[in-house]
């Protein structure tokens, strides 16, 4: 019996089949970019109402502890609650009070010293290229003598001012782009003094962190109801994730928070004995950015020593400037992050690395980084789970 001359061959159904396959996968990748985009807009437009709602939630969680303390001792809830908001009222107010003129003066001094700061790069840099110091110019090719009579079949000496050619482009080049680089340093400061301006000026944020410490028993009681799922495994499966996640964030924001209030400290400290004039200003920087393991130290840690560089504009004050940072980050290594964190497993810092740079990156701005850290935890819970080890039994927790 012939085959039908009109069914596709082996060869053309492979064919189909990859072309369908393919045509899948792109349909996949376009729907996912597109989910990716819509969330970034939808961020974007939310921000206003997600940014309390994010710093609430975070400060509930530092502070819970501190009202089951209170509790403890026989104080009642609300009073609690209330308690820990005005000793964190006069504790705040009291820091801003002290902190805070110190911060904006050395903020307006930055501001205005940029160019001048720029200007002493530029001449710093030119006179180490032009009179490189004895050591450097020892590894250096020797600079060419004056050229001598020229002889029949003797190699034509070379030009001097044709050799530097070249280094004065780069000194030329340099010059002009160092004046754009303060520039662009000094928007960006601008636009972080108005992102402190807007969290500052979020009077919802004590709110919402007082409903949330109010009511965080019948949240963790409750919120097992609203799953929108009746399979008992399934069921099962999902609240062990999410109180996995739960625990990880927890243990994050909790130890974090704390371990870069401490790194904030030692380096204003630091920074006051090298002598650097903004040693407040980046010690408050160092507040925020050291919340990211790495990557905020070395942001912290370049800007310091640049700093250092054009204050003193000697080898000596950036050198010490990177032994302190050697000194506090070995001091957090070995004393603050364990004590702090004691036995419990956190993110690892590479995956708070990668989930704030794609977050960041992908939907947009420092609040898409901080919300793609629950995404880093739930693939840290997924992972662990599912892919390192058997499942253990299923365990609901009630605390």
């Not at 000094?186 to 962190?209: D, M």
């Not at 009746?230 to 099962?236: D, E, F, I, N, V």
């Not at 793609?372 to 935890?377: E, Q, Y």
């Amino acid at each position: 019996m012939n085959p039908d001359p009109e069914s596709p061959s082996p060869v053309q159904r492979r064919l189909l089949w990859l072309s369908l396959t393919c045509l899948g996968l792109a349909s996949l990748a376009a729907l996912a970019a597109g989910m990716v985009w819509a969330l970034a807009r939808l961020i974007h437009v939310l921000s206003p109402v997600l940014w309390p709602l994010a710093v609430a939630a975070i400060l509930a969680c530092l502070l819970s502890p501190v009202v089951a303390a209170l509790e403890r001792r026989g104080l009642a809830r609300v009073p609690a609650i209330l308690l820990v908001f005005l000793a964190g009222i006069i504790i705040i107010s009291g820091t801003l009070a002290s902190v805070l003129p110190q911060l904006i003066g050395e903020t307006r001094q930055l501001a205005g010293k940029l160019p001048e700061y720029s200007e002493r790069l530029t001449l710093a840099v030119d006179g180490f290229l032009n009179h490189p110091h004895a050591f450097v110019a020892h590894w250096l090719p020797a600079a060419p003598g004056p050229p001598g009579p020229s002889t029949a079949g003797s190699t034509p000496a070379s030009n001097p001012a044709t050799d530097m050619s070249a280094m004065n482009g780069f000194v030329h080049w340099l010059s002009t782009q160092l004046p754009r680089l303060g520039t662009w340093l000094l928007n960006r400061l601008q636009q972080v003094a108005s992102g402190f301006a807007i969290l500052a000026g979020l009077f919802l944020v004590p709110v919402y962190t007082f409903y949330f410490l109010l009511e965080q028993r019948s949240i963790l009681a409750r919120w097992r109801d609203c799953l929108p799922v009746t399979h008992p495994a399934t069921r099962a499966e999902l609240i062990f994730i999410l109180e996995s996640i739960q625990q990880y964030l927890v243990a994050f924001f909790r130890g974090q928070v704390l371990v870069a209030m401490a790194d904030a400290t030692l380096y204003t400290i630091g920074f006051l004995m090298v002598g650097i004039n903004y040693a407040f200003l980046l010690g408050f920087m160092a507040l925020f950015l050291t919340m990211i393991p790495f990557l905020g130290a070395i942001i912290i840690c370049a800007t310091a020593v640049l700093l250092a560089f054009v204050q003193f504009t000697d080898f000596f004050h950036p050198a010490c400037t990177i032994a302190l940072f050697a000194a506090v980050q070995a001091m957090e290594g070995l004393f603050i992050s364990p004590r702090i964190m004691g036995n419990r497993v956190g993110l690892h810092p590479l995956a708070i690395i990668v989930a704030v740079m794609t977050g960041t990156t992908l939907l947009g701005g420092l609040l898409g980084g901080v919300l793609a850290i629950p995404l880093a935890a739930a693939l840290r819970v997924i992972a662990a789970r599912h892919l390192a080890k058997p499942a253990p039994s299923h365990t609901v927790s009630n605390d």
